[in-house]
Nanobody
């Protein structure tokens, strides 16, 4: 079994910063894609940022220039540095990863979610 545990959410004023962390644990052969999604009240979950095992990165347009995703492969951890936060960034943020538990078998793992609230 594998598990993703997120941390770092909280309440911040507009313009402030937060850093989210997500650590994978369990039976891990390798981790391919890692990413962050968010779901605001009454809205669908959206992909915010993702990073592949070779370091290719993508962001949703609304966070480009403000958020930075990174990963530490030695620690099986992905981070999301969020700067210049806006009230519309308020959401529950979920970590996601494609984790191979053997050479050929993988699972799509999700974290439990960490809330981010940005006050105006």
């Amino acid at each position: 079994q594998v598990q993703l545990v997120e941390s770092g959410g909280g309440l911040v004023q507009a313009g402030g910063s937060l850093r989210l962390s997500c650590a994978a644990s369990g039976t891990i052969f390798r981790i391919n894609h890692m990413g962050w999604h968010r779901q605001a009240p009454g809205k669908q979950r959206e992909l915010v940022a993702d990073i592949t095992s070779d370091g290719s990165i993508g962001y949703v347009d609304s966070v480009k220039g403000r958020f930075t995703i990174s990963r530490d492969n030695a620690k099986n951890t992905v981070y999301l540095q969020m700067n210049g936060l806006k009230p519309e960034d308020t959401a529950v943020y979920y970590c996601n990863a494609t984790i191979f538990i053997t050479r050929h078998t993988y699972v799509e793992a999700w974290g439990q979610g960490t809330p981010v609230t940005v006050s105006s």
